[in-house]
């Protein structure tokens, strides 16, 4: 009932790899743990052991260990789930997530490690006016954990988790760089190794992000910097120069795997594409000499050789005959030899596109050169897209269309501070290869851009993307127009504008399509649903030692979603309620089809546990307290062995 430990997951990698670097010692609380001998293990990774104080690259700032040792620390925070403020709560496949993002990543990790196929995140730039995460180093983990966790009765989180970080500021650098590191180090366990992370960003830290990402993503796995027009006017905000863009990074887990589509040419693309054939096809004339970098013979000689065409048609070959007598031989119009963009093979392959033509250069009258025929679409019709390039100058990108957008949905483009353009996150999800239920998480989820822009592209492609939104309950200004609205924190808005996208997209339908999912589960990050007895039960004396270990306040369904994430069982799966036919009175919590079958009412009897074990499912979870007596805790592991031996089965 507390997310992985990651420390001790690695040690014990390294003991599978390395045993002889592993040892025994006393923990902090007395007891003997594993613990890796670091000396024996660098004689194993290298001949040449880098020594202290040793000159070596490396980028580092203060309080960087700690910040690495705050993502591998567990928590044994949970998510509560919230009802009353979701849409479609039992069909819906989608989250939206309230908390502190990095403890939401820890809750998250243990169940959707290596799930999660697009992150994208609009994270704090740091330019001296916004704020950053308030994760206190200093503090232990159990505080760390009350602090973050606890929220009044608005859901507003008691203490400020946020802190606003001005130039002023003597760790101003630093404390942005501890805020992101542990999160995006945490989200890089949910990425799937095909998956891809892209992460907006202006000229503050884009040097440190860059290679923050370097280090936890690898240098190998950078896909590329894109450059958006986010402002076209220019920000008066600089001190010497009006700022017109803004970056996202994309970085995959696993580049070896990393699949891009393309997307559809843009208008003035189509427009170059004039040339008919006989077929009716539209094409284009590219030039087979090869043009830009590497163009010289000697660059690649296997690509420079004769070709002929005949004058008559145009044809090309690699034969001089009777028909075909033009000799032509790549070289530039200063006369300097070049090269063919493609080699003798391809020649022979796909020769039947290409055509040579008469061209009138000023140094050259009535020359000819080889051009290929570029069709608009493929073979069997579908229309070919092109590569995303790196500069975004679309009118989409430009901000004012993201508060056009807030106006649209509440009436009032000041809703929300710094929206982001749906079109921005919708051209990036488009990007990537869809498959069954892909899963897509932003982290810094604000007004729940990502989230509408997922299920317009939904309703678009016929696609079911998931999303996972997270956001910090952040309060709203008492002087903003959201505040004035009603909305009192951040979250309020993000989902009121999923409601509403949803609605609209629908409506823009004509018909509600059934299978596009535009509801949500809420659900809130808080303290564990135990008491500490269940943590450690060594500090209660024998007279408390067997109270109620689950906190009064919490429900059944609370220790449902706890026990899902124990057990790694996705958030979003089908959850219902069965009453098995004895007792009307206690209600069976059926997961995923029978995956997980839990029980947590009180005076819980064998026959029902029998009646339970006869379904068979994979795994049964049932509180201590609901026992009906103390047989019904001796027998039920009997009562499974009989009937479904395969189940595992849990008491908490």
């Known amino acids: 009932?507390?997310?992985?430990?990651?420390?001790?997951?690695?040690?014990?990698?390294?003991?599978?790899?390395?045993?002889?670097?592993?040892?025994?010692?006393?923990?902090?609380?007395?007891?003997?743990?594993?613990?890796?001998?670091?000396?024996?293990?660098?004689?194993?990774?290298?001949?040449?052991?880098?020594?202290?104080?040793?000159?070596?690259y490396q980028f580092t700032w203060p309080d960087k260990r700690a910040s690495v040792r705050l993502a591998n620390t567990p928590t044994t925070m949970t998510l509560r789930p919230c009802r009353e403020e979701s849409v479609d709560f039992d069909n819906t496949q989608n989250l939206y997530i309230e908390g502190d993002n990095l403890d939401v990543l820890k809750v998250l990790r243990e169940t959707y490690l290596g799930k999660v196929k697009m992150i994208y995140i609009d994270p704090p730039y740091n330019t001296g006016n916004d704020f950053v995460y308030n994760d206190d180093f200093s503090i232990g983990s159990e505080e760390f954990g009350i602090r973050s966790g606890f929220f009044d009765e608005e859901g507003n989180q008691t203490t400020d988790p946020m802190q606003r970080n001005t130039e002023s500021n003597g760790r101003f650098?630093?404390?942005?760089?501890?805020?992101?590191?542990?999160?995006?180090?945490?989200?890089?366990?949910?990425?799937?190794?095909?998956?891809?992370?892209?992460?907006?960003?202006?000229?503050?830290?884009?040097?440190?992000?860059?290679?923050?990402c370097d280090e936890i993503f690898g240098a190998g796995n950078k896909v590329g910097l894109m450059t958006l027009m986010s402002n076209p006017r220019g920000s008066q905000n600089g001190k010497h120069l009006s700022y017109v863009h803004e970056y996202i990074f994309m970085y995959t887990k696993n580049m070896s795997l990393l699949e891009i589509k393309g997307i559809s040419k843009d208008e003035a693309s189509l427009s170059e594409y004039k040339e008919v054939d006989?077929?009716?096809?539209?094409?284009?004339?590219?030039?087979?000499?090869?043009?830009?970098g590497a163009w010289k013979k000697e660059d690649r000689p296997n690509m420079f050789y004769p070709i002929y065409i005949n004058p008559d048609n145009g044809n090309c070959s690699l034969s001089k005959t009777d028909e075909y007598t033009i000799e032509v031989i790549p070289k530039r119009p200063t006369g300097e030899l070049s090269r063919w963009t493609w080699g003798k093979d391809k020649f022979m392959a796909e020769c039947n596109v290409l055509i040579g033509k008469k061209v009138n250069r000023a140094d050259e009258f009535d020359s000819w050169d080889i051009f290929r025929k570029d069709y608009i679409d493929s073979d069997d019709g579908v229309e070919k897209t092109t590569k995303v390039r790196t500069i975004w100058d679309e009118k989409e990108t430009n901000y004012q269309n993201a508060k056009n957008e807030i106006k649209v949905l509440f009436g009032n483009s000041e809703m929300f501070?710094?929206?982001?353009?749906?079109?921005?996150?919708?051209?990036?999800a488009s990007m990537l290869y869809h498959d069954e239920g892909?899963?897509?998480?932003?982290?810094?989820?604000?007004?729940?851009?990502?989230?509408?822009?997922?299920?317009?592209?939904?309703?678009?492609?016929?696609?079911?993307r998931k999303f996972i939104m997270v956001q910090l309950p952040e309060k709203t200004d008492e002087k903003s127009e959201a505040y004035k609205a009603g909305y009192k924190n951040i979250c309020e808005i993000g989902k009121e504008r999923i409601r509403r996208a949803g609605a609209k997209i629908n409506e823009e339908l004509g018909v509600r399509n059934e299978k596009l999912d535009i509801g949500f589960r809420v659900l809130k990050l808080d303290s564990s649903n135990m008491e500490d007895v269940y943590y450690t039960p060594q500090e209660f004396s024998m007279s408390s030692l067997f109270n109620e270990n689950v906190k009064s306040d919490r429900t059944n369904e609370d220790l449902l979603f706890q026990v899902m994430l124990d057990l790694g069982i996705e958030l979003s799966v089908s959850i219902r309620?069965?009453?098995?036919?004895?007792?009307?009175?206690?209600?069976?919590?059926?997961?995923?089809?029978?995956?997980?079958?839990?029980?947590f009412d009180k005076d819980v009897d064998e026959k029902t546990i029998t009646e339970?074990?006869?379904?068979?499912?994979?795994?049964?979870?049932?509180?201590?307290?609901?026992?009906?007596?103390?047989?019904v805790i001796d027998n039920f592991e009997q009562i499974f062995?009989?009937?479904?031996?395969?189940t595992t089965c849990r008491v908490i």
């Open 577 to 599: 309620n069965e009453e098995l036919g004895i007792r009307n009175d206690i209600t069976v919590f059926n997961v995923d089809d029978g995956y997980l079958m839990a029980i």
């Open 612 to 631: 339970i074990a006869k379904r068979k499912p994979v795994y049964f979870v049932m509180r201590d307290a609901s026992a009906s007596n103390d047989n």
């Open 173 to 212: 650098h630093t404390d942005w760089l501890n805020m992101i590191y542990p999160r995006l180090k945490v989200a890089r366990d949910l990425l799937s190794e095909d998956g891809v992370i892209f992460i907006s960003i202006d000229d503050n830290e884009v040097e440190n992000l860059q290679k923050i």
């Open 1 to 56: 009932m507390q997310s992985q430990d990651v420390i001790g997951s690695n040690t014990q990698k390294i003991a599978r790899l390395f045993p002889n670097c592993v040892t025994e010692r006393l923990g902090k609380d007395g007891k003997p743990e594993l613990a890796i001998d670091f000396e024996k293990l660098q004689a194993e990774l290298s001949n040449e052991i880098i020594a202290e104080g040793e000159e070596r």
């Open 278 to 292: 006989n077929n009716g096809r539209k094409y284009r004339l590219l030039g087979l000499r090869k043009r830009g």
């Open 641 to 646: 062995k009989h009937y479904s031996p395969e």
């Open 417 to 428: 501070d710094y929206p982001k353009p749906t079109y921005i996150v919708y051209k990036l």
């Open 438 to 464: 892909d899963i897509v998480l932003d982290f810094f989820s604000g007004s729940a851009t990502t989230a509408h822009a997922v299920i317009k592209l939904n309703a678009e492609d016929g696609g079911n």
